[in-house]
């Protein structure tokens, strides 16, 4: 069993940036991705990331935001730049996936960072 704990959201004006940041409870957990889930809307994959450096970006996510893994720390990030208020959701990480996709079926998932732009 893997605990994910997200942390780094917060309130920010359009055009600013944030960093979320996810600690897995597992050593070497392989594969963690992002997502989010705005009012109202279906929860949306952003960006998958696996230990053999393998990645997968939406296209809702593609060219402002980049994920990254520290794997010393168990740590995955997710940097966003340039947000807008359609960016304002409920961001969680995700990990179980076996390769970088963010089709796979995740089998743990964190509590939420919540990310208001406006």
């Known amino acids: 069993h893997v605990q994910l704990v997200e942390s780094g959201g917060g309130s920010v004006q359009p055009g600013g940036s944030l960093t979320l940041s996810c600690v897995a409870s597992?050593?070497?957990?392989?594969?963690l991705a992002w997502f989010r889930q705005g009012p109202g809307k279906e929860r949306e994959g952003l960006a998958a990331?696996?230990?053999?450096?393998?990645?997968q970006y939406s296209n809702s996510a593609k060219g402002r935001f980049t994920i990254s893994k520290d794997n010393t720390k168990n740590t995955v990030y997710l940097q966003m730049n340039s947000l807008k208020p359609e960016d304002t959701a409920m961001y969680y990480c995700?990990?179980?996936?076996?390769?970088?996709?963010?089709?796979?079926?995740?089998?743990?998932w964190g509590q939420g960072t919540q990310v208001t732009v406006s």
């Open positions: 597992a050593p070497d957990t392989y594969c």
């Open positions: 990331l696996d230990s053999d450096g393998r990645m």
């Open positions: 995700a990990a179980g996936c076996e390769v970088a996709t963010l089709t796979a079926d995740f089998a743990y």
